[in-house]
């Protein structure tokens, strides 16, 4: 069953990057209400929804913004809230970054314990993954894949070329392990970041109590003296290397710990639980963020499979075909839609009847017709630029162009006298012109294509 606080708590602390003391208040949530934080130090008390889709920066923790509000370094508290398996959260939080609270989820644990725990009515939201899930990076060496299982557990490997840090691993088997053997990781960085950081104007609220700093090789007293002046931590010790000011680390690899600490709080941004095993090589904030865009988007096409779209031919469509000739460039022969019935502000619905005096028919094939499956995307991606176009003012002074079209698949053929049902959903939000869209093609209730469009909205010239 889905899970939220007995009572609401409150924690103080201040930002690891803007030094500024905030305060958090967990509050309980009703059934289906997920994870959200609200800016309440903001006239309009914005709500932000914690969900890949609202990721704007991942360059020293992940950011989200929506609504004109943006929260940052939130990966720690979604972290103890996936981590202790709760379900619905609302974060008032009164300045734009959560506050650091010792580097590590721990402290945020304590107080969900603390506030206690409760089940819900409803049945807790899961996506159970059944095909391998890969995000992968060469140039970086970053590879993060899940694959099906019954519950959720994670592998992470970290290599940094340190030869303090040397290659590391930590496993989560289950989330019942959470609280005594990942929560407590602490966040780290190496001693040579720690200047350039705090000039990019970073890690104003960071101090030995809150990180891990690795000293990969000596350093004079003079050196190590002005880089803690520049934090206001004088009488920090020198010595040859290791751990700065011989801090006890909670384990031996409580670095690679850490970042599967990260990597559970980006990956619950995706907004449900997971059934799977991930295995994840160099993780950091991009790729957690890019992995659960990724899921998000397999779980919206899960969703759209069962919601075959429905043809009532006596209807008034959305456009007729004198609009859709307005919108779109394309005439006889390659007109590849008829009517819109469908179109909101992420999805459409289109119609193409064929015929058999379709000129494809004459030579493909004469003693068969089938409709080629070319002409079964280029259906799609003229249905899917009519949607693209419905973003922009004046849709006739624009061009859609493909981009790329990826993981297509011919289920069924289509002959003379079928009629498509051509469904196009986007599956990211619109940015810098770029669309990306899952199609599908049905003729009644049989799905008879599928595939992934990205698109480029281009003004004419």
């Known amino acids: ?24 208040t967990f509050k309980p949530a009703p059934e289906n209400h997920g994870y959200k934080f609200c800016r ?40 103890a ?25 721990w402290m945020f644990v304590q107080a969900i314990n603390k ?55 930590a496993v ?17 960085v190496f001693f040579h970041e720690l200047e350039p950081l705090f000039n990019a104007g970073l890690i104003k ?56 600490l990260d990597l559970l709080g980006d990956v619950a941004l995706v907004g449900v639980h997971i059934k799977g095993k991930i295995v994840a090589t160099r993780p950091g904030h991009y790729s957690n963020t890019r992995l659960a865009k990724i899921v998000r988007q397999e779980i919206k096409k899960a969703g759209s499979k069962q919601d075959i779209p429905v043809y009532d031919c006596t209807k008034e469509p959305a456009y007729g075909v004198d609009k859709v000739q307005k919108m779109l460039p394309h ?33 493909h094939f004469p003693q068969e017709p089938v409709m080629p499956g070319v002409l079964l995307v280029e259906s799609m991606a003229q249905v899917g630029g009519l949607l693209v176009l419905g973003t922009v003012e004046e849709p006739e002074r624009y061009s859609t162009y493909f981009l790329k079209i990826d993981k297509v698949k011919f289920k069924a053929k289509v002959v003379p006298g079928d009629t498509l049902v051509i469904k196009l959903e986007m599956t990211d939000i619109v940015r810098r012109g770029i669309v990306s869209m899952y199609g599908r093609v049905y003729v009644g209730n049989t799905l008879v294509t599928e595939g992934e469009l990205i698109a480029q909205i281009v003004k004419n010239k």
């Open 205 to 260: 609220g960071g101090d030995l109590d809150n990180a891990i700093v690795i000293l990969e090789k000596e350093v004079n007293q003079l050196e190590i003296d002005r880089i803690a002046k520049l934090f206001n931590r004088p009488k920090i010790s020198a010595h040859k290397e290791g751990i700065l000011n011989n801090t006890a680390l909670r384990y031996p690899n409580e670095p690679a710990r850490h970042k599967l």
């Open 1 to 24: 069953m889905q899970r939220t606080l007995e009572r609401e708590i409150s924690l103080t602390g201040k930002g690891l990057h803007t030094g500024v003391n905030v305060t958090v």
């Open 172 to 188: 989560l088997d289950s989330k019942k392990d959470f609280e005594q053997e990942i929560s407590k990781s602490r966040t780290f």
């Open 81 to 105: 809230f996936f981590g202790m398996n709760l379900d619905n959260v609302l974060v008032d939080i009164n300045g734009p970054e959560a506050p650091i609270m010792g580097g590590s989820s």
């Open 40 to 79: 309440i130090d903001l006239s309009e008390k914005p709500i932000i929804s914690a969900i890949a889709d609202n990721v704007t920066d991942t360059s020293r923790g992940t950011t989200l913004e929506e609504n004109g509000a943006s929260v940052a370094t939130i990966e720690h508290i979604l972290a």
């Open 115 to 169: 506030a206690g725990i409760i089940e819900q009515k409803a049945k807790r939201n899961y996506y159970e993954v059944k095909e391998k899930i890969v995000y992968s990076d060469e140039e970086t060496g970053v590879d993060l894949i899940i694959y099906p299982d019954d519950h959720l557990s994670i592998n992470v490997l970290i290599d940094y070329n340190s030869k303090i840090l040397g290659n590391q691993y």
């Open 331 to 363: 005439r006889y022969p390659f007109l590849m839609v008829d009517k819109i019935i469908h179109v909101d502000a992420t999805s459409i619905i289109g119609i193409k009847n064929v015929t058999v005096n379709e000129p494809f028919f004459q030579g």
